[in-house]
């Protein structure tokens, strides 16, 4: 079961509603955000420029290095749903797994002495329903949630609809194996290997 | 969440005591409430999902509140809205804290201390209107009545009509918006000069059927001139946009800043700010030259191929070139003259279907007849747009002629496509010939009533003609012409339209005083467009109330948000504030503009609390819901209401200006019997207790989508045709030429004074300060500007959420002309034109050419903040304010009086932040909500 998100670059205007609906959703103290929305671009010289936006939070891991990394196993693999989630009643705040982390999608709650980050809206997706907040109230229907081993999910047949060359995963150096996915045709712009 | 514990129920009951103290405005009045029931703290949470629709911007999105024990804790988009499909933006999220801001303003207030001093009184609503009512009666009864004034615009407050007839009632003449003739007035007006349909704006709602859904979808290229929906209207025609692309919908792009929506485009057209009008004339010229326009529909549909009598500039009808003529149709379906190709000579053109013209009417002719020479409307057009070559458009718009050529290519090959026409030409001077062309194109290319273009006619206005078409004129859908008996009707003949002035007139006496405030409307012999709105000339207005001629506006009710960040040179009009003796405002917080202006607010609801219909998506009507309410907030159209009640009282029971003058509910339960009526249900608690039975209201398909009306033959037995003078579609606006002279059809039946002539087509006109203009080096780039996902005009400042995100307003600068002037990604600098300086941070970006920058509106609520100290506190609207540096002067746009918002020039120097201006996220928690325990309140009146 691989519970994640595919973004359809294509679509994403950049618009940031993601960012605000995730932070009303689960309550994000200012300066924090468990996904922000990169602009990638332009790039190329006026008027022969091309750009995309790049939408980041919780990558999914297959081999998360944060649940490795995390000494108390706040950290974890949930079984039913197969997303990475934390226990806050069992997190130190040591933040291992902010520094472990490839991609920095993961913040520390001032607050509560925590580390917290994208949960896929578990408390709305757990039961098998619901999507999570960003997905629902994107404005260019560029978010979809699912299970992409589930061949009848949104996100596994938004893949497979992609052209291969248009199907992308964020770099990747210590073999994380992100499960997110990101769509973007060459027509619209070239992607490039952010780190 | 935490807020729920906390949260008790207490009826508002408010006791007399609460005069005196200067309040904090946000904070609760609990002191003075009297509890009639007990708490509920301890009683389980009831939750709810309830109906309602998005106010953050004039789309009004479908959207779902959630509502714990009073208190709206979560909104999310409502998937069964067939353009929006559950999508919400940033600016409909955010309500959730602008909610319940600590800025809110809760109950009337009365300035306490000095203009600009941010000092307050909590008055009752009586005290409030009896303030109001005085200050008005007392000026007009010493003045009379042209001393009353109103405005309204600048987001967040929905009061266009009341503010269009509150003067009215008054009898004053006087209403302006820092909208209207720098948005969407000139391209709606102009749409029913044109061609009696309805205009080209996405935003406004006007452009439907090219987000139609599944296979009623035939867009096949879409043209967004000056437009970004992806920005402005990102839920919903936002992302129409997404799923029309999606599907393989081509789009050009017109904008000189790389938006969303540009970025997505297949090809991208980065005009120089204000030069649209070139460019568009280099459409014209290819597309003539190369034959590419619908020769049928040019021919028989257009007045192109009409001759032009070079004196009077108008149409010659066919009886003047032939005393002997006799026209085959009814009067008010004039015969024009055109030059036959069949029979090689010049002849009577008279109204008919294509197939049964006598005549094969050329386009292009230009010759004698009768000694005097005459060319066709097409002619003079082609003559116009003779120099405009590719090349020559390249050098004067800075767009490469290849990128010009593939999109005039993608925009003719389509078998249909259509141009949505954005608020960028409203802001500048061309504000009636980008229309002119825009809707002129379409015209040629017969992209006009057919599925998948932009100027179709659904709805009310498109359903199937029966009679030949006519367009009424003053207000919406004309509604003052009938109610005051002033505006010709046009399509009717002169002796129908002389008749039925005469009836109406007879029956209300009153049309002599509506007829005289048209005449006596500040700016009106200039700028005569305006009347479509009923509107008066900004700068006029500011002119009379600094000189008090030709009368001097005294007493000033203002119904919407910031008006010193939504003005062009907003100094300017904050020079003038000492000349205007009293001055009302209504919002649902303080912005600069009440602190530095208001003697007096009236506190309204925000739209979680405001019932009202949504603007429609598709064929489909939604309500706005009473969610929650909490304070003394009223509808907003209730305050001037009461106000017109109790003058009317103190003046013995009459008013001096028109009946029935003012148009909006006085009461609640008024407002909400309204919206039930709209949405179809026999009273607003069935409405709201049966929501799904009501929500949304649908006009089946059948009845709503409509095409090729004008083909349509009527009970005269002719096509249809359109609601013009000629029946056809005027690419050459001959009604322009009419307005100018005398302020036909709208100042009728006296007329107004003779200004120069309008154009009656698309004509180039060099931005007044410009790279080609300016006879100084001092201010080398072209400022343009262009809004940002997070606000809505003037809104949304002090959404927290919203300002952590963006806490300044870019200046897009091209990395190159940075570089030059020291400046780095993301370094303050200050913007300097001739009006004024104010301050941003440089974006470095591609997305604009090295000559221009770009910059959207801001103000800054967090300058007059508590945590600031009292003597360094600023009314927030002078440290980044693109207002303070745009042009309010002449040239004007001649048929609107549009100013320059946008394409004019500046310099830029690396700055330092403004003091009070905040940018750390953490900065922002004074902003974040506390009035989550206020009680839920019962309507005020």
Same mark, same amino acid.
């Given at each position: 079961?691989?519970n994640?998100?595919?973004?359809?670059?294509?679509?994403?205007?950049?618009?940031?509603?993601?960012?605000?609906?995730?932070?009303?959703?689960n309550?994000?103290?200012?300066?924090n955000?468990?996904?922000?929305?990169?602009?990638?671009?332009?790039?190329?010289t006026?008027?022969?420029?091309?750009?995309?936006?790049l939408?980041?939070?919780?990558?999914?891991?297959?081999?998360?290095? @944060?649940?490795?990394? &995390? #000494?108390? =196993?706040?950290?974890?693999?949930?079984? $039913?749903t197969? *997303? +990475?989630?934390?226990?806050?009643a069992?997190c130190?705040?040591?933040?291992? @797994?902010?520094?472990a &982390? #490839?991609? =920095?999608?993961?913040?520390?709650?001032? $607050?509560?002495? *925590? +580390?917290?980050?994208?949960?896929?809206?578990s408390?709305?997706?757990?039961?098998?329903?619901g999507?999570?907040?960003?997905?629902?109230?994107?404005?260019?229907g560029?978010?979809?949630?699912?299970?992409l081993?589930?061949?009848?999910?949104?996100?596994?047949?938004?893949?497979?609809?992609?052209?291969?060359?248009?199907?992308?995963h964020?770099?990747?150096?210590?073999?994380?194996?992100?499960?997110?996915?990101?769509?973007l045709?060459p027509?619209?712009?070239?992607?490039?290997?952010?780190? | 969440?935490?807020?729920?514990?906390?949260?008790?129920?207490?009826?508002?009951?408010?006791?007399?005591?609460?005069?005196?103290?200067?309040?904090?405005?946000?904070?609760?009045?609990?002191?003075?409430?009297?509890?009639?029931?007990?708490?509920?703290?301890?009683?389980?949470?009831?939750?709810?999902?309830?109906?309602?629709?998005?106010?953050?911007?004039?789309?009004?999105?479908?959207?779902?509140?959630?509502?714990e024990?009073?208190v709206?804790?979560?909104?999310?988009?409502?998937?069964?809205?067939?353009?929006?499909?559950?999508?919400l933006?940033m600016?409909?999220?955010?309500?959730?804290?602008?909610?319940?801001?600590?800025?809110?303003?809760?109950?009337p207030?009365?300035?306490?201390?000095?203009?600009?001093e941010?000092?307050?009184?909590?008055?009752?609503?009586?005290?409030?209107?009896?303030?109001?009512?005085?200050?008005?009666?007392d000026?007009?009864?010493?003045?009379?009545?042209y001393?009353?004034?109103a405005?309204?615009?600048?987001?967040?407050?929905?009061?266009?009509?009341?503010?269009m007839?509150?003067p009215?009632?008054?009898?004053?003449?006087?209403?302006?918006?820092?909208?209207?003739?720098?948005c969407?007035?000139?391209?709606?007006?102009?749409?029913?000069?044109?061609y009696?349909?309805?205009?080209?704006?996405?935003?406004?709602?006007?452009?439907?059927e090219i987000?139609?859904?599944?296979?009623?979808n035939?867009?096949?290229?879409?043209?967004?001139?000056?437009?970004?929906?992806?920005?402005?209207?990102?839920?919903?025609?936002?992302?129409?946009m997404?799923?029309?692309?999606?599907?393989?919908?081509?789009?050009?792009?017109?904008?000189p800043?790389f938006?969303?929506?540009?970025?997505?485009?297949?090809?991208?057209?980065?005009v120089r700010?204000a030069?649209?009008?070139?460019?568009?004339?280099?459409w014209?010229?290819?597309?003539?030259?190369?034959?590419?326009?619908?020769e049928?529909?040019?021919?028989y549909?257009t007045?192109?191929?009409?001759?032009?009598?070079?004196?009077?500039?108008?149409?010659?009808?066919?009886?003047?070139?032939?005393?002997?003529?006799?026209?085959?149709?009814?009067?008010?379906?004039?015969?024009?003259?055109?030059?036959?190709a069949?029979?090689?000579?010049?002849?009577?053109?008279?109204?008919?279907?294509?197939?049964?013209?006598?005549?094969?009417?050329?386009?292009?002719?230009?010759?004698?007849?009768?000694?005097?020479?005459?060319?066709?409307?097409?002619?003079?057009?082609?003559?116009?747009?003779?120099?405009?070559?590719?090349e020559?458009a390249?050098?004067?718009?800075?767009?490469?002629?290849?990128?010009?050529?593939?999109?005039?290519?993608?925009?003719?090959?389509?078998?249909?496509?259509?141009i949505?026409?954005g608020?960028?030409?409203?802001?500048?001077?061309?504000?009636?010939?980008?229309?002119?062309?825009?809707?002129?194109?379409?015209?040629?290319?017969?992209?006009?009533?057919?599925?998948?273009?932009?100027?179709?006619?659904?709805?009310?206005?498109?359903?199937p003609?029966?009679?030949?078409?006519?367009?009424?004129?003053n207000?919406?859908?004309?509604?003052?012409?009938?109610?005051y008996?002033?505006?010709?009707?046009?399509?009717?003949?002169?002796?129908?339209?002389?008749?039925?002035?005469?009836a109406?007139?007879?029956?209300?006496?009153?049309?002599?005083?509506?007829?005289?405030?048209?005449?006596?409307?500040?700016?009106?012999?200039?700028h005569?467009?305006?009347?479509?709105?009923?509107h008066s000339?900004i700068?006029?207005?500011r002119?009379?109330?600094?000189?008090?001629?030709?009368?001097?506006?005294?007493?000033?009710?203002?119904?919407?948000?910031?008006k010193?960040?939504?003005?062009?040179?907003?100094?300017?009009?904050y020079?003038?504030?000492?000349?205007?003796?009293?001055?009302?405002?209504?919002?649902p917080?303080?912005?600069?503009?009440?602190?530095?202006?208001?003697?007096?607010?009236?506190?309204?609801?925000?739209?979680?609390?405001?019932?009202?219909?949504?603007?429609?998506?598709?064929?489909?009507?939604?309500?706005?819901?009473?969610?929650?309410?909490?304070?003394?907030?009223?509808?907003?159209?209730?305050?001037?209401?009461?106000?017109?009640?109790?003058?009317?009282?103190?003046?013995?029971?009459?008013?001096?200006?028109?009946?029935?003058?003012?148009?909006?509910?006085a009461?609640?339960?008024?407002?909400?019997?309204?919206?039930?009526?709209?949405?179809?249900?026999?009273?607003?608690?069935?409405?709201?207790?049966?929501?799904?039975?009501?929500?949304?209201?649908?006009?089946?398909?059948?009845?709503?989508w409509?095409?090729?009306?004008?083909?349509?033959?009527?009970?005269?037995?002719?096509?249809?045709?359109?609601?013009?003078?000629?029946?056809?579609?005027?690419?050459?606006c001959?009604?322009?030429?009419?307005l100018?002279r005398?302020?036909y059809?709208?100042?009728?039946?006296?007329?107004?004074e003779?200004?120069?002539?309008?154009?009656?087509?698309?004509?180039?006109?060099?931005?007044?300060?410009?790279?080609?203009?300016?006879?100084?080096?001092?201010?080398?780039?072209?400022?343009?500007?262009?809004?940002?996902?997070?606000?809505?005009?003037?809104?949304?400042?002090?959404?927290?959420?919203?300002r952590?995100?963006?806490?300044?307003?870019?200046?897009?600068?091209n990395?190159?002309?940075?570089?030059?002037?020291?400046?780095?990604?993301m370094?303050?600098?200050k913007?300097?034109?001739?009006?004024?300086?104010?301050?941003?941070?440089a974006?470095?970006?591609?997305g604009?050419?090295?000559?221009?920058?770009?910059m959207?509106?801001?103000?800054?609520?967090?300058?007059?903040?508590?945590?600031?100290?009292?003597?360094?506190q600023t009314?927030?609207?002078?440290?980044?304010?693109?207002?303070?540096?745009?042009?309010?002067?002449?040239?004007?746009?001649?048929?609107?009086?549009?100013?320059?918002?946008?394409?004019?020039?500046?310099?830029?120097?690396?700055?330092?932040?403004?003091?009070?201006?905040?940018?750390e996220?953490e900065?922002?928690?004074?902003?974040?909500?506390?009035?989550?325990?206020?009680?839920?309140?019962?309507?005020?009146?």
């Amino acid at each position: 079961m691989r519970n994640c998100l595919v973004i359809d670059l294509d679509r994403c205007s950049g618009c940031d509603s993601c960012i605000v609906a995730c932070k009303l959703e689960n309550n994000i103290d200012l300066g924090n955000y468990w996904n922000q929305v990169i602009a990638v671009g332009p790039t190329g010289t006026h008027p022969d420029i091309e750009q995309y936006w790049l939408p980041v939070q919780c990558q999914q891991c297959e081999n998360a290095a @944060c649940v490795h990394v &995390c #000494p108390t =196993g706040a950290s974890y693999r949930d079984e $039913k749903t197969g *997303v +990475v989630l934390i226990d806050k009643a069992k997190c130190i705040g040591c933040q291992y @797994c902010m520094m472990a &982390c #490839p991609y =920095g999608v993961r913040s520390f709650n001032q $607050k509560e002495k *925590v +580390v917290e980050k994208c949960t896929l809206c578990s408390h709305r997706t757990a039961d098998g329903e619901g999507v999570p907040a960003c997905v629902h109230n994107c404005c260019c229907g560029a978010r979809l949630y699912g299970d992409l081993d589930d061949p009848s999910s949104d996100v596994a047949k938004a893949v497979a609809a992609a052209s291969p060359d248009a199907v992308h995963h964020l770099p990747d150096p210590g073999s994380a194996k992100p499960a997110t996915v990101y769509l973007l045709s060459p027509k619209t712009a070239a992607w490039k290997e952010l780190v | 969440m935490a807020m729920k514990a906390s949260m008790t129920r207490r009826s508002f009951v408010k006791t007399t005591a609460l005069a005196g103290a200067a309040a904090a405005i946000g904070v609760s009045l609990s002191d003075s409430l009297v509890e009639v029931d007990p708490a509920y703290a301890d009683e389980p949470v009831e939750t709810k999902v309830v109906k309602t629709s998005c106010h953050g911007c004039i789309q009004m999105c479908p959207a779902r509140a959630t509502v714990e024990n009073g208190v709206v804790t979560k909104l999310e988009g409502d998937p069964d809205a067939p353009v929006s499909r559950g999508s919400l933006c940033m600016k409909g999220l955010n309500q959730l804290h602008t909610m319940y801001s600590p800025r809110r303003v809760l109950h009337p207030l009365k300035r306490a201390g000095e203009r600009g001093e941010n000092k307050w009184e909590v008055i009752s609503w009586d005290e409030a209107i009896e303030e109001a009512a005085t200050h008005i009666c007392d000026a007009i009864d010493k003045y009379g009545p042209y001393a009353f004034f109103a405005s309204v615009g600048g987001g967040g407050s929905y009061s266009f009509m009341e503010a269009m007839t509150l003067p009215m009632a008054f009898g004053s003449p006087t209403v302006f918006e820092p909208g209207c003739a720098q948005c969407y007035l000139p391209r709606w007006s102009l749409s029913k000069l044109f061609y009696g349909g309805i205009d080209q704006s996405i935003a406004d709602n006007a452009v439907q059927e090219i987000f139609r859904t599944g296979d009623d979808n035939k867009a096949e290229v879409v043209v967004l001139w000056g437009a970004q929906p992806s920005v402005s209207q990102t839920a919903e025609s936002g992302r129409g946009m997404a799923e029309l692309r999606a599907k393989g919908v081509k789009t050009i792009v017109v904008d000189p800043n790389f938006s969303p929506d540009a970025v997505k485009a297949d090809v991208w057209l980065p005009v120089r700010p204000a030069t649209d009008t070139g460019l568009l004339l280099a459409w014209f010229r290819y597309i003539f030259e190369n034959k590419l326009y619908n020769e049928e529909f040019t021919k028989y549909w257009t007045n192109l191929p009409f001759l032009i009598d070079p004196d009077t500039k108008l149409p010659v009808e066919a009886k003047e070139l032939f005393p002997d003529y006799v026209s085959p149709t009814p009067d008010n379906t004039p015969a024009y003259a055109c030059f036959d190709a069949r029979t090689n000579a010049v002849a009577p053109f008279p109204y008919s279907a294509p197939a049964d013209s006598p005549v094969d009417p050329e386009v292009f002719w230009a010759g004698e007849f009768n000694g005097k020479t005459y060319k066709t409307a097409g002619q003079i057009y082609k003559e116009q747009a003779d120099p405009w070559t590719l090349e020559h458009a390249e050098e004067v718009c800075w767009v490469p002629a290849e990128r010009i050529e593939e999109a005039i290519k993608l925009y003719t090959g389509a078998g249909v496509a259509g141009i949505a026409n954005g608020v960028a030409s409203d802001m500048t001077e061309s504000a009636s010939q980008v229309p002119l062309g825009c809707m002129g194109l379409d015209s040629i290319m017969g992209y006009i009533n057919k599925p998948g273009c932009t100027m179709t006619q659904y709805g009310a206005a498109g359903a199937p003609p029966t009679k030949r078409p006519v367009t009424y004129n003053n207000g919406f859908d004309g509604m003052f012409s009938d109610m005051y008996g002033i505006g010709a009707v046009v399509g009717m003949s002169p002796a129908e339209n002389e008749a039925r002035a005469k009836a109406l007139g007879e029956a209300n006496p009153q049309q002599k005083l509506a007829n005289q405030l048209l005449i006596d409307r500040l700016g009106m012999k200039d700028h005569k467009g305006l009347y479509a709105w009923c509107h008066s000339h900004i700068p006029t207005v500011r002119e009379a109330i600094a000189t008090g001629e030709p009368y001097k506006p005294r007493v000033w009710f203002d119904m919407s948000g910031n008006k010193l960040a939504m003005l062009g040179n907003a100094k300017s009009w904050y020079e003038v504030f000492p000349e205007i003796d009293y001055i009302i405002g209504q919002y649902p917080m303080l912005t600069s503009f009440h602190i530095e202006a208001a003697d007096l607010v009236f506190p309204v609801r925000e739209w979680l609390e405001e019932p009202m219909v949504n603007m429609t998506q598709l064929n489909t009507q939604w309500l706005q819901n009473e969610v929650v309410h909490i304070g003394e907030t009223v509808s907003h159209s209730i305050p001037a209401a009461q106000v017109i009640a109790r003058c009317k009282e103190k003046w013995g029971g009459s008013l001096p200006g028109l009946v029935p003058g003012y148009i909006g509910n006085a009461t609640e339960e008024e407002v909400k019997a309204s919206v039930a009526e709209t949405l179809h249900a026999p009273s607003w608690d069935e409405l709201v207790n049966n929501t799904d039975t009501y929500v949304p209201y649908v006009t089946p398909p059948e009845e709503y989508w409509h095409y090729n009306q004008h083909e349509t033959i009527v009970d005269d037995g002719l096509p249809a045709g359109f609601g013009t003078e000629s029946r056809k579609v005027e690419t050459y606006c001959q009604i322009l030429i009419k307005l100018a002279r005398t302020g036909y059809p709208f100042c009728y039946p006296e007329p107004q004074e003779a200004c120069e002539d309008y154009s009656p087509i698309c004509e180039f006109i060099e931005p007044a300060e410009s790279p080609v203009n300016d006879d100084t080096d001092e201010y080398p780039f072209v400022l343009t500007s262009g809004r940002v996902p997070y606000f809505h005009h003037g809104t949304m400042r002090h959404a927290a959420f919203a300002r952590e995100l963006y806490p300044a307003p870019d200046v897009r600068i091209n990395p190159r002309s940075a570089a030059e002037l020291g400046i780095e990604h993301m370094d303050w600098v200050k913007v300097s034109s001739r009006r004024g300086e104010i301050h941003g941070r440089a974006y470095l970006t591609e997305g604009v050419h090295p000559g221009v920058v770009w910059m959207e509106r801001f103000w800054n609520p967090e300058c007059y903040d508590a945590s600031v100290p009292e003597e360094k506190q600023t009314a927030g609207w002078r440290e980044c304010n693109v207002n303070v540096l745009t042009k309010n002067d002449a040239p004007f746009n001649e048929v609107y009086g549009s100013y320059t918002n946008r394409g004019f020039t500046v310099k830029v120097e690396k700055s330092e932040k403004p003091d009070n201006i905040w940018v750390e996220p953490e900065q922002f928690a004074p902003f974040l909500p506390t009035l989550h325990s206020e009680p839920i309140t019962k309507d005020v009146f």
